[in-house]
């Protein structure tokens, strides 16, 4: 018989949460910060691949990847090699004072990667959050103006520039008092429940009337914006996909006025939705990338990528301790390889695939309102009512418990999303039992709706 971590697919052997579990989740309440949100009593004890084995000995088919974290999957050996290979050698001396091989090796394979043939540089921090961070600074020292456009349902983080940006959730921004000025948020093209009727591919084009007829007209002269970012697939959002023509349009509107065009591929990004950058997707060429998340296979890292002509700031002008930590930067080098060589490739031919499983769901199950994104980033919308369109939060947390109790790992995002981000070296086996897994618990949550 098979371990634990051998298996492909879930094997439960306690009921949930086991008995180690719950002294954990007893010291857990005890001593740790209440501001975590879990979704349900998980304690991870390893994991292998797709699979994440609890303290109890329960085995999971992880198809959360740690918040889309977990590009190569769990413990991936040429991962865990390069880890302890540079971890025998050097940990740590601090890139911003002192010199790496290793960091312009990364950087330039990063560089290369990006949409556009201006050459790229790249400074390296610890999270998404601080790639946002650094991404406002770049853009307002580059263009010396200090305004922001972001849109509304965005998630770039919870430091408070970043949090100034982000507009998801206002308990995520209640109790903090006053953010960044010079700040403005315009709505995001959802087109499920686009308010002019469009399609996936037509819906914003009334945003972009209201950007140039409204905000550069009555709030913001254009010549006074910084930056104006976006993510190509709303994470925290919904997991919700901009137009192409949208994305291109703002391109045209940022280069006319001088703007930086900012995208934020933290979530989106690596390899996610089959190319390395969900912009790709659109044929559009950014100023500034922010990425984080899968760029080190669970290691804390983030990076901010931008033309040669755009980060140009002086010696000083932004620093980091940890970032680009020689460790991180083994790994992130050794992920890189893996998504090049094949999980990209994997990503969307397994992602083609569920999508093909999940074509006629709208029409199956009564309270699946929508199926959306690229790739393996993936965003069930569940609703009340599909004429409505009435979001059912409680359905979808429900649908999130039924799966973690039936041994699958799934998150929500935005109000009433399922979202699935698994590992990008899912198979077609472990796609199946997902699928299957889910249709189980929509059927249990219709009964009871």
């Known amino acids: 018989m098979p371990t634990t971590l051998e298996v492909k697919t879930p094997r439960l052997v306690t009921a949930l949460p086991g008995p180690n579990a719950k002294r954990v989740l007893e010291q857990d309440a005890k001593f740790m910060s209440p501001s975590y949100t879990r979704d349900y009593p998980l304690v991870a004890k390893r994991g292998r691949g797709a699979i994440v084995e609890d303290v109890d000995g329960n085995a999971f088919l992880d198809f959360a990847a740690g918040i889309a974290v977990c590009s190569t999957g769990h413990c991936h050996p040429k991962v865990v090699a390069a880890i302890q290979k540079q971890a025998a050698e050097l940990i740590h001396m601090s890139g911003t004072d002192f010199y790496y091989e290793s960091m312009p090796q990364l950087a330039e394979r990063l560089g290369r990667t990006m949409p556009g043939t201006e050459s790229k540089k790249v400074f390296f921090t610890n999270s998404g959050t ?41 308990t995520q ?52 914006v910084a930056g104006i970012i976006i993510e190509p697939i709303q994470g925290e959002g919904g997991y919700v996909p901009a137009p ?111 999508f093909g499983r999940m074509a006629e769901w709208t029409k199956k199950f009564k309270i699946v309102g929508d199926v959306r994104g690229r790739g393996l980033m ?44 698994p590992p990008l070296l899912i198979d077609q086996e472990q796609a199946d039992f997902a699928v299957a897994t889910l249709e189980d618990c929509f059927r249990e949550a219709e009964k009871k709706a």
């Not at 903090?176 to 959802?190: K, T, V």
């Not at 996936?200 to 905000?215: F, P």
């Not at 609703?383 to 929500?412: M, P």
């Open 173 to 224: 921004r209640k109790g903090f008092g006053a953010l960044l000025s010079g700040i403005e948020h315009i709505p995001y093209p959802y087109a499920y429940r686009c308010a002019h009727g469009h399609t996936a591919e037509t819906c914003g084009a009334e945003i972009l009337e209201q950007l140039e007829g409204q905000i550069f007209k009555r709030l913001f002269d254009p010549e006074d």
């Open 244 to 354: 192409k023509f949208f994305l291109q349009e703002l391109q045209r509107i940022c280069r006319q006025h001088g703007i930086m065009f900012i995208v934020d591929e933290v979530q989106s990004g690596m390899g996610r939705t089959g190319k390395w950058w969900a912009c790709e997707h659109a044929g559009i060429e950014p100023d500034i990338l922010c990425s984080a998340k899968g760029i080190a296979s669970g290691m804390p890292l983030g990076a901010i990528i931008a033309k040669e002509s755009v980060m140009r700031w002086k010696p000083g002008s932004h620093g980091t301790t940890f970032g680009g930590n020689p460790v991180c930067i083994a790994a992130a080098l050794a992920t890189m390889d893996l998504i090049e060589s094949e999980y990209m490739e994997n990503a969307r031919r397994v992602g083609d695939y569920i």
């Open 130 to 170: 601080e790639a946002i961070e650094g991404a406002i600074k770049l853009a307002r020292y580059a263009t010396k103006r200090d305004k922001l456009i972001a849109f509304y349902g965005c998630f770039h983080g919870r430091s408070m520039g970043a949090l100034s940006l982000t507009a998801s959730k206002s």
């Open 378 to 421: 993936i965003g069930i919308e569940i609703v009340r009512d599909q004429r409505t369109k009435e979001k059912a939060a409680d359905l979808r947390n429900a649908i999130v418990d039924l799966a973690f109790h039936k041994g699958l790992l799934v998150l929500g995002a935005g109000e009433n999303t399922i979202r699935l981000s």
